[in-house]
């Protein structure tokens, strides 16, 4: 967290995305910023593997595996040593002033727990799996990148988290003593999968969660949204 004043401009939200959430999540970022351009993320050494631009989320995380950078503002050139794939940059001498992140969810065992064993017995839950969160991240320092491009990386962040939002709904998930807890967001292929299975949510510690038994509306279906829907970000 940036101390009060140090104009440092952070925004995160936790996500749980099947690959087939991610692709639209990045449609619908394309939608809004139709030069964005991403960055493929590759575990080990650096210089081991080659880095692309790629012109959407899904192909950069296929080709990657764990994590995605949309570079901002939109259209930026490529950082030195990456590799263009597909269309040029729009903007081949604009550089890049913030990546914004795209952190794939993690499915893996969890260990059973004193619930799952409940659960397991009693037929309601189908494994230990555990869900750990990904995340939608970006910051930035307002000084060092000048009140300009501060304004379009403003914008344009503000565009991403409109973007993630109709793609998603609200994750309204509940912790072990039953706190809610709602500043999370979770694809519809990830709820479905949620919902039918009761697989064990995380945010990556050691806390678990439950998706609460109430069922949002799908985002693609509007006649089905309630007064007030979207719910406002936090
Ligand atoms: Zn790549």
């Known amino acids: 967290m940036a101390p009060p004043g140090s104009r440092t401009h952070t925004k995160k939200t936790d996500i749980w995305l099947l690959p087939e959430d991610e692709v639209f999540v990045g449609q619908r970022i394309r939608e809004v910023l139709p030069d964005a351009g991403w960055l493929c993320s590759h575990p080990g050494p650096r210089g081991l593997h080659d880095v692309h631009l790629h012109p959407s989320a899904g192909e950069a995380l296929d080709c990657g595996s764990v994590q995605a950078f949309l570079l901002l503002p939109a259209g930026a050139a490529e950082p030195p040593g990456v590799v263009v794939t597909g269309r040029r940059p729009a903007r081949p001498g604009l550089r890049h002033a913030a990546v914004v992140q795209l952190?794939?969810?993690?499915?893996?065992?969890?260990?059973?727990?004193?619930?799952?064993?409940?659960?397991?017995?009693?037929?309601?839950?189908?494994?230990?799996?555990?869900?750990?969160?990904?995340?939608?991240?970006?910051?930035?320092?307002?000084?060092?990148?000048?009140?300009?491009?501060?304004?379009?990386?403003?914008?344009?962040?503000?565009?991403?988290w409109q973007a993630l939002r109709s793609a998603t709904l609200p994750a309204v998930v509940e912790d072990v003593t039953g706190r809610k807890v709602t500043r999370t967001r979770i694809g519809t292929a990830a709820h479905e999968l949620v919902a039918r299975t009761g697989l064990t949510l995380t945010y990556g510690g050691d806390e678990r969660l439950r998706l609460s038994a109430k069922l949002p509306p799908r985002p693609t279906d509007r006649r089905r949204f309630p007064a007030g829907f979207p719910p406002v970000s936090r």
């Open 103 to 160: 952190l794939r969810s993690l499915r893996m065992p969890g260990g059973a727990s004193e619930a799952d064993v409940a659960n397991e017995a009693d037929g309601a839950g189908e494994s230990s799996e555990i869900f750990c969160a990904g995340r939608l991240a970006v910051r930035w320092s307002e000084p060092d990148v000048g009140p300009e491009v501060h304004r379009l990386l403003y914008e344009q962040t503000r565009l991403v």
